[in-house]
């Protein structure tokens, strides 16, 4: 009698690590050996058709004539359909030639047909070509334009809902978690999988995934986001949610077609990890103090500008907690919700039915609000309709993407508002970055040696002086257990504060516009970004290299 575990080592190299391992997973979860060393990367796909007619003494189909015709398939007992589902095909009336010879639905089914037949064992290909010949009904053309039969789709259902597949999902996800990451990334590089965590803004390299699990690991992504497993020539989004590690978390999912497979980032939104005080964000008291007398005002637009994953959505949700009593009606327009926040009326926009920004917001200044919040002005209508809708009484909160201020005034000019409009609606501009805060458990005076060097190179004195700052702290980010090993833990707002007066709206808007605004704004002693994260630098909140990546 052969023995699997011979078989295994001798014939196929499998290491006896791998099999202790693969023993242990089968004890405590059931399954076969074969099956559990794919999965976990012991083992060789390609060589199952070897292993089973090692193991089995079945001998190995190798030549494609010995496929029947197309006429002969027809002549064959409607047996074969059913068979063909398992990727059992009956060649003849007592020959089949089988991917898995243990399937046991297939040689119940066989055997109630009839006892004495032979088997032969065929490689993924030959079952492709197969299941073309048999089941030509069911077959679909998949994104690289090849055929992915329904059997195949099943099977790959199957894949993804097997214990590897699931605990490696789960792993991922609770590693993401627990090193505080926004997003993950799941990307072919090299024809490997790179893992990637987005944590405090910056990319960091994870781990590959084993090749035997690539597909099952992006199929389950698909399938738990809701997404078509067989479509891969067009970008995909879903949303799953799911608790994990004792959190309900929802997490948005991107998949992208690539010239070498696809890309899929998932973003984690947790509720329980969002802090909606102002205080929280670290806006400096100064410009706190002016944003606070904004929020005072009952009409009028505040508009906050940066970069995707500059934490604008962060700072309207806090501006709206600071406002949201029983006083008011708050009415948000979204593009995905992010957070669902308690006594606001949240609404999500769907431009697949032609209920878009602009749309949505004509929809809910029927609605009688007090507080409109739209996700992002992206077009002249939903600007003008939010501009009008300030002057009718309505606080307006949106953002646009520029990299200052001031450049907010042209962005919506290019769009087609009018300059008046901006003059009577802005109330205030704010442009805001994300630098990483130091961590406070490793991060180190910087020594006097290199503080004599960073003086001179940056205008830190100058903010000194200006703000009469009197503890300065210069610390470097070291590293440790707590970080990472990355220096930096959690995140600081760097903020523009832009007041859109009497005396800004008097300034032309033409070319010169923006480089006049600024001038007014140093005037009035308010920061640019760059001069607010040098604030926070000789603060000891975080370095300047952070700050000239962010903000320089």
């Given at each position: ?6 078989v295994?080592?001798?014939e ?6 791998d099999?202790?391992?693969?023993k ?5 979860h ?12 012991g ?27 197309e ?17 059992w ?6 020959i ?6 243990l399937n ?5 089914l066989?055997d109630a047909?009839?006892n ?5 064992i ?24 090849q055929?992915l039969?329904l ?8 894949l993804?809902a097997?214990?590897?597949?699931v605990?490696?999902?789960n792993k991922?996800v ?5 090193a505080?990451?926004s997003?993950m990334?799941i ?11 987005r ?21 389950r992504?698909k ?8 479509e891969?020539?067009?970008?995909q989004d879903g ?6 590690l004792?959190e309900?978390l ?34 400096e ?9 904004d ?6 637009v ?21 406002l ?5 009606k708050?009415?948000t327009l979204?593009?995905p919700v992010e957070?669902?926040?308690?006594g ?11 209920f ?21 002005i992206?077009?002249?209508e ?5 501009l009008?809708?300030?002057?009718t ?17 042209t ?5 087609g ?8 609606a ?29 003086y ?5 004195k ?6 009469q ?6 610390k ?12 930096y833990?959690?995140r600081?707002?760097l903020?523009?504060y832009l007041?859109?007066?009497v005396?800004?709206?008097?300034i ?14 140093s005037q009035?002693n308010c ?7 040098l604030?926070?630098?000789?603060k ?13």
């Amino acid at each position: 009698m052969v023995v699997i575990e011979e078989v295994l080592i001798n014939e196929f190299s499998v290491s006896e690590n791998d099999l202790i391992k693969a023993k242990e997973f089968q004890n405590k979860h059931s399954g076969r050996l074969e099956s559990i060393l794919i999965n976990m990367g012991g083992l060789d796909e390609d060589d199952l058709p070897a292993f089973y007619h090692k193991f089995l003494n079945i001998e190995l189909l190798v030549d494609e004539n010995q496929f029947p015709s197309e006429d002969k398939i027809q002549t064959l007992p409607d047996i074969r359909l059913k068979l063909a589902e398992h990727n059992w095909y009956l060649l003849d009336i007592n020959i089949v030639a089988c991917l898995d010879p243990l399937n046991l639905e297939a040689s119940q089914l066989m055997d109630a047909y009839q006892n004495d037949y032979d088997l032969l064992i065929i490689t993924k290909n030959h079952a492709q070509a197969l299941s073309e010949l048999y089941l030509p009904e069911h077959n679909i053309l998949d994104n690289n334009g090849q055929v992915l039969s329904l059997v195949e789709e099943d099977k790959l259902r199957e894949l993804a809902a097997e214990a590897p597949v699931v605990n490696l999902f789960n792993k991922l996800v609770s590693k993401a978690l627990k090193a505080s990451a926004s997003d993950m990334h799941i990307e072919p590089v090299d024809g490997r999988l790179r893992v990637r965590f987005r944590i405090d803004g910056v990319l960091h390299s994870e781990e590959y995934i084993p090749t035997q699990l690539q597909l099952a690991i992006i199929t389950r992504l698909k399938i738990l986001s809701g997404m078509d497993i067989a479509e891969k020539r067009r970008p995909q989004d879903g949303k799953i949610e799911l608790k994990i590690l004792q959190e309900e978390l929802d997490i948005r999912v991107s998949a992208l077609p690539l010239e070498t497979g696809e890309s899929v980032v998932l973003r984690f939104l947790r509720k329980q990890a969002i802090n909606l005080e102002m205080a929280s964000l670290g806006i400096e008291q100064d410009t706190a103090n002016l944003i606070q007398e904004d929020l005072t005002k009952t009409s009028g637009v505040m508009l906050i500008t940066g970069p995707t994953g500059s934490g604008k959505t962060t700072s309207l949700y806090s501006f709206l907690n600071k406002l949201n009593t029983d006083k008011v009606k708050i009415i948000t327009l979204e593009d995905p919700v992010e957070y669902q926040l308690d006594g606001i009326n949240q609404v999500q926009v769907s431009p697949e039915i032609g209920f878009d920004f602009s749309a949505g917001l004509r929809s809910i200044v029927r609605q009688d609000p007090d507080i409109i919040m739209v996700g992002e002005i992206r077009d002249a209508e939903t600007a003008k309709i939010a501009l009008q809708s300030a002057l009718t009484g309505h606080l307006v909160f949106s953002t646009v993407h520029t990299n200052d201020a001031p450049s907010a005034f042209t962005r919506l000019m290019d769009l087609g508002v009018e300059p008046f409009l901006l003059d009577a609606a802005l109330v205030s501009i704010l442009a805001q970055r994300l630098a990483r805060k130091l961590c406070q458990h490793c991060a180190e005076l910087v020594p006097e040696n290199e503080l004599a060097l960073l003086y001179e190179r940056y205008p830190l004195k100058d903010i000194e002086t200006n703000f009469q700052l009197k503890n300065v702290t210069l610390k470097k980010n070291i590293g440790c257990e707590q970080c990472g090993h990355s220096g930096y833990n959690g995140r600081v707002a760097l903020i523009e504060y832009l007041r859109c007066d009497v005396e800004l709206n008097a300034i032309p808007k033409d070319e010169a516009f923006i480089a006049k605004a600024r001038e007014l704004n140093s005037q009035r002693n308010c920061r640019t970004l760059y001069q607010d994260g040098l604030l926070k630098v000789l603060k000891g909140i975080t370095t300047i290299e952070e700050v000239v990546r962010v903000a320089g």
